[in-house]
């Protein structure tokens, strides 16, 4: 068996398939890893019981690109690191004058509301805690755990390299998606930052984690662990630094290593 302590994921892309689902064959090897697994995902609050709903207990998470650190068993934010008012109105400011047709949005209450533009697509979620904005400055009126900015023309990896470029080291800027979506966390906070403040407070270091990921997002993340492994499906900048590599999401290939791994 070898010498990991914890397992750490992402999801969208990696633990779970096209469909968003986890697969029997995942399901039934995340069942017999012998050591914790923590879920490191984009993803806020809300949208956590999509997975939780599918498997036999919750897990540790770590949301909002580290932003939030969630023990779902006492339903209870363990630490929040948002961005502050006074940088959410430096950065939309910047946001506005350098992208012409940016739309704008930001995770609020932990992740547990999304307040967002008119401008903005609302591709899926439908409810009570999504709601558009009437003035712009709501976006700022409160911290937020994630800022998002979108354009409808840009290339996905043109625009992230121009929100950094923009932002500078006033804030960490990382996408997920495969469209023009840049995700903007205060300074500092990555996936891994999340990671390790959770792994010191279990007694668990850096070597001792094996950690999957699909998109730039993961790359703090995989640099991070012990062993970095990236699907088959990730993205090439993501490969780059990886240390190893698996099967795509579709074919089980985070649930394919850790039975390797783990001699299940």
Not at 157 to 186: H, K, M, N, Q
Request: contains cysteine; charged residues 25%; hydrophobic residues 45%.
């Amino acid at each position: 068996m070898a010498d990991f302590r914890l397992v750490a994921s992402d999801i969208d892309g990696t633990l779970i398939n096209s469909e968003r689902r986890l697969s029997p064959r995942t399901l039934d090897v995340l069942a017999r890893v012998p050591v914790p697994v923590v879920i490191v995902t984009g993803r806020p609050l809300r949208w956590l019981d999509q997975l939780f709903e599918q498997l036999p207990a919750p897990l540790p998470a770590i949301c909002a690109n580290g932003a939030v650190i969630y023990d779902p068993h006492a339903d209870e934010v363990l630490r929040a690191q948002p961005l502050p008012v006074d940088l959410l109105l430096e950065v939309t400011k910047r946001l506005r004058d350098a992208v012409p047709d940016v739309s704008l949005a930001v995770e609020v209450e932990d992740g547990r509301a999304f307040l967002h533009e008119d401008t903005w697509t609302i591709r899926w979620e439908h409810d009570r805690r999504v709601r558009v904005i009437a003035a712009p400055e709501e976006l700022t009126l409160v911290p937020a755990v994630k800022l998002l900015a979108r354009s409808s023309t840009a290339d996905p990896d043109d625009f992230l390299e121009l929100v950094s470029r923009t932002l500078g080291d006033r804030a960490e800027a990382t996408r997920s998606s495969s469209s023009a979506l840049v995700e903007i966390s205060a300074a500092g906070v990555t996936k891994a930052a999340g990671l390790a403040w959770f792994c010191e407070r279990e007694g668990v270091t850096a070597d001792q984690v094996v950690a999957f990921g699909d998109m730039p997002n993961d790359i703090p993340l995989l640099t991070w662990a012990g062993r970095g492994v990236a699907v088959g499906n990730a993205h090439p900048a993501l490969r780059a630094i990886a240390d190893d590599m698996t099967g795509t999401n579709d074919a089980d290939g985070v649930a394919d290593y850790l039975a390797s791994l783990f001699n299940l």
